[in-house]
């Protein structure tokens, strides 16, 4: 399948639909990039212009290479453009279910019946995609990570009707031909990584909260570990009411462990949001956020945000630690792996992979609990869980999953010697 994808097309011009679109006519694909009208998918062309126009300048491509490349790509706002028998489609509009299922009985009345369907979707339901069209065996997930052009994770996701031979022509076409790194990932709320990531993001929202520690400490224990960045400027980046909104999604799918912070709710009210509004967690320009050397001002008004939130709150036990600890934030995004493991949602060999290309913790989340220890990391989530959540709905965010306890239990601690176990087919006896 990878070889033989010689067309596809990319509904949505914006910077995912752009990044995408650009990294299949990198490949040699014909794409055709469709929007609602000429303004959305001029500016779009535009975008993979200047990708284009970055490779020259930094020489990964000639002048000559890039323009052929470029070449690859149509622009068009009507469906009746697109090659009926085209290979693959992947629709990258907005995050609303009613606009993608539109979108998909469109796409499945001009496709013919070997076109592959696919949406970009970080979070919503494939199978309810896929319920909308004739063809629910040839509809997928393939979530690209932002920017699509530069992030090597492409999470592929069934839905519950999908064809295990489309779901593995999508991994080979991800590895072989796009260059990317594929992980399989059940259908489930937040797939993988935005699950695992915002309970971690969430966390450092509560420890804010506390008034114990600055922004500036949190975001540097969490670059000491090893991620790119620290989550609360990870939030100013992303943008607070894009990060509110999946937080809430996970909060009304998997409940207490995922109620957001008080702080959030705050933010999204006073309109504080980032990058995007000037100021967050910290203050924003563009000279300021171009200048890589810059020292990171806290926004002033952050004070009032926290009180604003802390009202909100009844005797909220507050953390006894004198310096903060890097485990606070990290130990949930640990214990969210635990439970995506138990739900099999993802095979242990691909987490460390997923966390490497998709998060930026290069030494991998399970390799890290296994060279500290399982039974560790069960001790610090129970005492965070003792410490900080007591009777109260609170503990939900540090209760161990229970299979993190079973493998204490069962004094296993290599994670891959457990998969082959499990995957293992023993003759059963007679009786």
Known sequence: ?????????????????????????????????????????????????????????????????????????KGTTRYEDIDKDVDLVIEAASEVIDIKLDIFRTLDKHCGPNTILASNTSALSISQIASVTTRPERVLGIHFFNP?????????????????????????????????????????????????????????????????????????????FGLPMGPLTLFDLTGVDICAHVVDFLYSEYGPRFKPAELLLVMMEEKVLGQK???????????????????????????????????????????????????????????????????????????????????????????????????????QLEKYQSELGGNTPAAERFRPAWMLKKLVRAEVHDFDSLEEKCDKKEPVAAK
């Open 277 to 379: 509004t000037g100021a967050g967690f910290y203050v924003h320009s563009k000279d300021r956020d171009r200048d890589k050397n810059a020292a990171k001002e806290v926004n002033p008004k952050l004070a009032e945000l926290l009180k604003k939130a802390n009202a909100q709150v009844k005797d909220a036990p507050v953390s006894k630690a004198d310096k903060f600890e890097v485990d606070r934030i990290m130990m949930p995004m640990f214990n969210e792996v635990m439970y995506a493991l138990q739900e099999d949602v993802v095979a242990a060999k691909d987490v460390d992979t997923a966390v490497a290309f998709g998060l930026g913790l290069k030494r991998g989340i399970l390799s890290l609990a296994k060279e500290r220890g399982l039974e560790t990391c069960l001790l």
């Open 148 to 224: 699509a052009q530069a992030m090597k994770l492409v999470e592929v996701i069934p839905g519950v009707k999908t064809d295990k031979n489309v779901v593995q022509d999508i991994m080979d076409l991800c590895a072989t031909k796009l260059g990317k790194a594929p992980v399989k990932v059940k259908e489930c709320p937040g797939f993988l990584v935005n699950r695992i990531l915002f309970p971690y993001m969430n966390e450092a929202l509560y420890v804010l909260q506390e008034g114990k520690f600055s922004p500036e400490e949190i975001d540097q224990k969490a670059l000491e």
């Open 1 to 73: 399948m990878s070889n033989q994808v010689k067309s596809a097309a990319v509904i949505g011009a914006g910077a995912m639909g752009g990044g995408i679109a650009q990294v299949l006519s990198q490949a040699g694909i014909r794409v055709f990039l469709k929007d609602i009208n000429e303004d959305f998918v001029s500016r779009g062309l535009a975008n993979i212009k200047k990708m284009y126009d970055s490779r020259v300048a930094k020489e990964v491509l000639t002048r000559e290479k890039a323009d052929e490349l470029f070449a690859n790509i």
